[in-house]
């Protein structure tokens, strides 16, 4: 077993562009979450329609700005028509419904009819609209290698990415971090832990979930356009699956904190591309083949997820007493 | 809210005979409307299809495309019609090599995927074998990241319906005739009470214990893989494949209910925790059938579907069959909920588990006898659904499991009734959303469905209106 190449992915795991993706779209879900309790099982919808907002406008010839822009624009607008109906039901039926819409932007996204706009089926290839995002890389041309890492300076799955995904992973930290320590921050946890006492002291607890629901949706569609940027816009990488990784890795490294979804995505991608390169060293490939160990890794984030609601729903960060899962 | 229980039976009753008496007025109608004869290729005992659809980048149906069928020593041509459908007929299994002649197309028009011209396409006797050629802007493959993405994922995508005739149909639909309207109209019905037999256990469920069970999708699959590996890999007849399915359903049920909700119902977890488990649950149990199954769609039954055309409705006579097994097994859970002591016990923790267990009903054994009532139906629904679409696969269950919570939402949580009625209204407009929209948003306009149905009646249709949405 070649242990520095496994280590070496490992290791990269736990700064690449999908794991610092990952970690925003949970630092979003952690604003609706963890800080004020809604139950958005649809974070995967913000995140495809950022990166669709994204890909579309820089397709178009525009700026990598004007990009963010407008997928930012589009989640807040998505936010919006999802919020008004929805954002005074009960926990459960939120869930539903905003699977529920993520679904639909995904069936929408993928559609043949849609094809002029979103690629279809087959989605937006990367080739087009990376070129926005390497026109802001500040890098020579090339590539670099760093230690056991060899990545193209600017392009697709660059350095450059890595730098500037992290940069943004730190500063929705502190972003995060003020926000909870804010005035504003304690209202949603006075939402999170009692609704009608927050009402009673004359908030509008409505208005303060959905600026919830559009930050924490924002975020989500940051998360997609770098979760896109090393690969493509394809509807079905944005499923339900991805709203539950992003679940999975929150409560892992713990909700209602600054570093947990941080934590969480490091510590979920780094263990799995563990678990998938020793299988695939160890078990000869007529036992198992590579699709299979892929599928095993899967079963692992599923029995991760419903270990950690049941024996330790606060995580690896987290406070047991300010985590109350059965909120509204 | 005791007394609930005992207003609501006879209305609800009442309902359901209407919507039964209904159903069979318009069989009627049809069945005395004069026949149509099918104008395209029908795959029989000794014939298989291989067929597809072209249309433009615009979406039109793309006329007088030559297309050439080569392979086990058979040469055949088709011209694509008005419809931009063409289909060849072959006698033999085995590959075919499909070549669309491109100079045949309409000008202007170039193959999304030439890489994909010409292409091998596998025909089974007795079924239909798609082949598509998309016109359009070339686009070239994604880029490869080394990304930890779920790349299986991908394959969560294309409902099993597309492959039921193996042509993807998603261009904007043409006119609205009189039989597509039949003929759409009677999917809906059978795929409705296909889908209420799925829902009735998620329904059961949510009102003895509260739980919206992520992972009932999966009950499903487990169905319709259990009587694919009974039928086919272990050779036995379909009929005893289907019992044993359905077996395997219901003891899953009571293993789970013993094996995990129990316990955590004991622990004093909440509904929320406990649906993000079923969330983790329903991972598991998917990819744990793709693990040993593969992610490649599986038939229950490869024998020779037959079909009869009513008054130019055409129905399969496997459809018949289902629609009758499902309404029997409909009736039976009308009878035990109505009927029986142990049913209307079972509505008694319904309503309110407390009293329940105050006035003697042994609320734990009712909830074990819901898992696996429940379970058991959802796997007979899992076998006939995939015998419907003649197609399964280890996600097939998670496909229509938001169409599930929409039929239950719609119907009224809880309400056995509400997810029979809310069934029949989601399978409706399923199959007959694809009349005005492309068939491949018409489980996206199931969804929108629900929502509207969450704003405006959050109780559902037949649900009470104490509850609060």
């Given at each position: 077993m070649d242990w520095t190449r496994i280590l070496a992915n490992v290791v990269g795991e736990f700064f690449s562009p999908i794991t610092a993706a990952y970690a925003i779209a949970a630092i979003g879900l952690n604003v609706h979450f963890?800080?004020?309790?809604?139950?958005?099982?649809?974070?995967a919808g913000f995140m495809l329609i950022g990166a669709y907002g994204f890909a579309i406008t820089t397709l178009a010839g525009h700026s990598a700005l004007t990009g963010l822009l407008v997928g930012l624009a589009a989640s807040v607008v998505f936010a919006l028509l999802l919020g008004?109906?929805?954002?005074?039901?009960?926990g459960d039926y939120l869930a539903i419904v905003t699977i529920a819409a993520a679904e639909i932007v995904r069936l929408v996204g993928r559609s043949t009819s849609m094809t002029w706009l979103?690629?279809?089926?087959?989605?937006?290839?990367?080739?087009?609209?990376?070129d926005a995002f390497h026109a802001t890389c500040l890098l020579p041309e090339g590539n670099s290698t760093i230690l056991f890492w060899t990545y193209?300076?600017?392009?697709?799955?660059s350095w450059w990415l890595r730098i500037v995904g992290w940069l943004a992973v730190a500063l929705f930290c502190l972003l995060v971090w003020r926000l909870m320590n804010s005035p504003w921050g304690r209202v949603l946890k006075g939402i999170r832990e009692d609704e009608d006492a927050v009402r009673s002291l004359g908030k509008s607890v409505y208005s303060y979930k959905m600026q919830s629901l559009i930050l924490g949706g924002a975020l989500g569609a940051i998360g997609g356009i770098f979760f896109s940027l090393p690969q493509a816009v394809q509807a079905d990488s944005m499923g339900r699956p991805t709203t539950f990784f992003v679940w999975t890795l929150l409560l892992l490294g713990g909700a209602?904190?600054?570093?947990g979804p941080v934590l969480g995505s490091m510590l979920l991608w780094a263990v799995l591309m563990l678990v998938k390169s020793v299988m695939r060293d160890v078990i000869p490939s007529t036992v198992l083949n590579t699709e299979q160990i892929e599928m095993f890794s899967f079963i692992i984030v599923g029995l991760t997820l419903m270990l950690l609601v049941i024996?330790?729903?606060?995580?690896?960060?987290?406070d047991k007493k300010e985590l109350a899962i059965n909120v509204r | 809210m005791h007394g609930a229980v005992v207003h609501g039976v006879r209305p609800a009753r009442a309902r359901a005979t209407l919507v039964v008496l209904f159903l069979a007025l318009l069989m009627c109608a049809w069945w005395v409307a004069p026949a149509h004869a099918a104008s395209e290729c029908v795959p029989d005992a000794s014939i298989a299809c291989i067929q597809g659809r072209i249309r433009t980048a615009d979406g039109d149906p793309a006329t007088g495309v030559t297309i050439t069928v080569e392979g086990q020593g058979f040469t055949g041509e088709a011209v694509t019609d008005d419809d931009g459908r063409w289909a060849v007929e072959v006698t033999e299994d085995g590959e075919y090599t499909v070549t669309l002649d491109?100079?045949?197309?309409?000008?202007g028009e170039v193959l999304?995927?030439?890489?994909?011209?010409p292409r091998t396409v596998v025909a089974d006797v007795g079924a239909s074998a798609g082949a598509l050629f998309p016109l359009g802007a070339p686009a070239s493959a994604p880029s490869p990241g080394d990304?930890?993405?779920?790349?299986?994922?991908?394959?969560?995508?294309?409902?099993?319906t597309d492959a039921?005739?193996?042509?993807?149909?998603?261009a904007p639909p043409g006119s609205i005739t009189f039989p597509r309207v039949a003929q759409q109209f009677t999917s809906g019905i059978i795929f409705g009470l296909l889908l209420a037999l799925a829902s009735i256990g998620l329904s059961l469920i949510y009102g003895t214990t509260g739980l919206s069970s992520f992972s009932h999708g999966e009950q499903v699959t487990l169905g319709a893989l259990a009587a694919y590996v009974f039928a086919?890999?272990?050779?036995?007849p379909l009929l005893v494949a289907g019992i044993l399915a359905v077996v395997v359903g219901a003891l899953s049920g009571y293993a789970q209910d013993a094996a995990i909700w129990k316990p955590l119902r004991k622990k004093g977890l909440g509904p929320v925790q406990l649906m993000i488990i079923t969330i983790g649950l329903s991972m598991v149990l998917q990819y744990t059938f793709a693990f040993f199954l593969g992610a490649g769609r599986l038939r229950i039954s490869i024998a020779t579907p037959t079909s009869i055309n009513v008054g130019g409705v055409i129905i399969a006579h496997q459809s018949i069959i289902s629609t009758a097994i499902s309404l029997v097994a409909l009736g039976g859970v009308a009878y035990f909920l109505q009927r029986t002591w142990t049913g209307r016990a079972t509505r008694a923790v319904a309503d309110n588990p407390a009293l329940a267990a105050a006035s003697g009903i042994n609320v734990e054994r009712i909830i074990r006898l819901v898992w696996v009532i429940g379970a058991g139906l959802a796997a007979l629904g899992g076998v006939l659904i995939g015998l419907y679409f003649n197609v399964t696969s280890w996600n097939m269950g998670g496909t229509i499991l938001l169409l599930m919570f929409a039929a239950v939402t719609l119907g009224g949580l809880g309400t056995a009734f509400g997810a029979l009625v809310g069934s029949i209204v989601i399978g409706l407009v399923s199959e007959m959303s694809s009349l005005v929209i492309p068939s491949d948003l018409r489980y996206a306009g199931a969804l929108a469905i629900l929502i509207l149905v969450l704003l405006v009646r959050p109780q559902g249709i037949l649900g009470r209106a104490e509850r609060i949405g």
């Amino acid at each position: 077993m070649d242990w520095t190449r496994i280590l070496a992915n490992v290791v990269g795991e736990f700064f690449s562009p999908i794991t610092a993706a990952y970690a925003i779209a949970a630092i979003g879900l952690n604003v609706h979450f963890g800080l004020t309790g809604l139950l958005n099982m649809g974070q995967a919808g913000f995140m495809l329609i950022g990166a669709y907002g994204f890909a579309i406008t820089t397709l178009a010839g525009h700026s990598a700005l004007t990009g963010l822009l407008v997928g930012l624009a589009a989640s807040v607008v998505f936010a919006l028509l999802l919020g008004m109906p929805t954002l005074r039901l009960r926990g459960d039926y939120l869930a539903i419904v905003t699977i529920a819409a993520a679904e639909i932007v995904r069936l929408v996204g993928r559609s043949t009819s849609m094809t002029w706009l979103t690629g279809g089926n087959a989605g937006i290839a990367g080739d087009g609209f990376k070129d926005a995002f390497h026109a802001t890389c500040l890098l020579p041309e090339g590539n670099s290698t760093i230690l056991f890492w060899t990545y193209s300076n600017c392009y697709s799955n660059s350095w450059w990415l890595r730098i500037v995904g992290w940069l943004a992973v730190a500063l929705f930290c502190l972003l995060v971090w003020r926000l909870m320590n804010s005035p504003w921050g304690r209202v949603l946890k006075g939402i999170r832990e009692d609704e009608d006492a927050v009402r009673s002291l004359g908030k509008s607890v409505y208005s303060y979930k959905m600026q919830s629901l559009i930050l924490g949706g924002a975020l989500g569609a940051i998360g997609g356009i770098f979760f896109s940027l090393p690969q493509a816009v394809q509807a079905d990488s944005m499923g339900r699956p991805t709203t539950f990784f992003v679940w999975t890795l929150l409560l892992l490294g713990g909700a209602a904190t600054v570093f947990g979804p941080v934590l969480g995505s490091m510590l979920l991608w780094a263990v799995l591309m563990l678990v998938k390169s020793v299988m695939r060293d160890v078990i000869p490939s007529t036992v198992l083949n590579t699709e299979q160990i892929e599928m095993f890794s899967f079963i692992i984030v599923g029995l991760t997820l419903m270990l950690l609601v049941i024996f330790r729903p606060q995580g690896i960060l987290g406070d047991k007493k300010e985590l109350a899962i059965n909120v509204r | 809210m005791h007394g609930a229980v005992v207003h609501g039976v006879r209305p609800a009753r009442a309902r359901a005979t209407l919507v039964v008496l209904f159903l069979a007025l318009l069989m009627c109608a049809w069945w005395v409307a004069p026949a149509h004869a099918a104008s395209e290729c029908v795959p029989d005992a000794s014939i298989a299809c291989i067929q597809g659809r072209i249309r433009t980048a615009d979406g039109d149906p793309a006329t007088g495309v030559t297309i050439t069928v080569e392979g086990q020593g058979f040469t055949g041509e088709a011209v694509t019609d008005d419809d931009g459908r063409w289909a060849v007929e072959v006698t033999e299994d085995g590959e075919y090599t499909v070549t669309l002649d491109v100079a045949t197309l309409p000008a202007g028009e170039v193959l999304r995927n030439p890489a994909d011209n010409p292409r091998t396409v596998v025909a089974d006797v007795g079924a239909s074998a798609g082949a598509l050629f998309p016109l359009g802007a070339p686009a070239s493959a994604p880029s490869p990241g080394d990304s930890p993405s779920p790349s299986v994922s991908d394959s969560e995508s294309a409902p099993p319906t597309d492959a039921e005739a193996g042509v993807e149909d998603s261009a904007p639909p043409g006119s609205i005739t009189f039989p597509r309207v039949a003929q759409q109209f009677t999917s809906g019905i059978i795929f409705g009470l296909l889908l209420a037999l799925a829902s009735i256990g998620l329904s059961l469920i949510y009102g003895t214990t509260g739980l919206s069970s992520f992972s009932h999708g999966e009950q499903v699959t487990l169905g319709a893989l259990a009587a694919y590996v009974f039928a086919q890999l272990m050779d036995l007849p379909l009929l005893v494949a289907g019992i044993l399915a359905v077996v395997v359903g219901a003891l899953s049920g009571y293993a789970q209910d013993a094996a995990i909700w129990k316990p955590l119902r004991k622990k004093g977890l909440g509904p929320v925790q406990l649906m993000i488990i079923t969330i983790g649950l329903s991972m598991v149990l998917q990819y744990t059938f793709a693990f040993f199954l593969g992610a490649g769609r599986l038939r229950i039954s490869i024998a020779t579907p037959t079909s009869i055309n009513v008054g130019g409705v055409i129905i399969a006579h496997q459809s018949i069959i289902s629609t009758a097994i499902s309404l029997v097994a409909l009736g039976g859970v009308a009878y035990f909920l109505q009927r029986t002591w142990t049913g209307r016990a079972t509505r008694a923790v319904a309503d309110n588990p407390a009293l329940a267990a105050a006035s003697g009903i042994n609320v734990e054994r009712i909830i074990r006898l819901v898992w696996v009532i429940g379970a058991g139906l959802a796997a007979l629904g899992g076998v006939l659904i995939g015998l419907y679409f003649n197609v399964t696969s280890w996600n097939m269950g998670g496909t229509i499991l938001l169409l599930m919570f929409a039929a239950v939402t719609l119907g009224g949580l809880g309400t056995a009734f509400g997810a029979l009625v809310g069934s029949i209204v989601i399978g409706l407009v399923s199959e007959m959303s694809s009349l005005v929209i492309p068939s491949d948003l018409r489980y996206a306009g199931a969804l929108a469905i629900l929502i509207l149905v969450l704003l405006v009646r959050p109780q559902g249709i037949l649900g009470r209106a104490e509850r609060i949405g």
